[in-house]
Nanobody
Framework: QVQLVESGGGLVQAGGSLRLSCAAS????????MGWYRQAPEKQRELVAT???????NYADSVKGRFTISRDNAKKSVYLQMNSLKAEDTAVYYC???????????WGQGTQVTVSS
């Protein structure tokens, strides 16, 4: 089992940058695929970016070229560097972990990102 805690959200002007962090505890971090999802008001939760246990990455088309996901297995952390932020990036961002063998999903509590135009 793993516990996830996000940090780094906040209010930023359009065109600015933020870096989200997700700290994991309770299990061997390297055996989890990790990801960031977001949910805007009155919208469904959507995938932002994922990174496998082998560090392969995948991005939603809407964030390609602007966001970068990375992980540090020694620190049991995953990061989301967000550049050139737009108002439509405003959402609660959630960290996700998927066990590579059991496919069990874990979620953090979320961190609010608000981009003012």
């Amino acid at each position: 089992q793993v516990q996830l805690v996000e940090s780094g959200g906040g209010l930023v002007q359009a065109g600015g940058s933020l870096r989200l962090s997700c700290a994991a505890s309770g299990s061997i971090f390297s055996i989890y695929h990790m990801g960031w999802y977001r949910q805007a008001p009155e919208k469904q939760r959507e995938l932002v970016a994922t990174i496998t246990s082998g560090s392969r990455t995948n991005y939603a088309d809407s964030v390609k070229g602007r966001f970068t996901i990375s992980r540090d297995n020694a620190k049991k952390s995953v990061y989301l560097q967000m550049n050139s932020l737009k108002a439509e990036d405003t959402a609660v961002y959630y960290c996700n972990a998927v066990h590579t063998l059991t496919r069990t999903n874990y979620w953090g509590q979320g961190t609010q990102v608000t981009v003012s135009s």
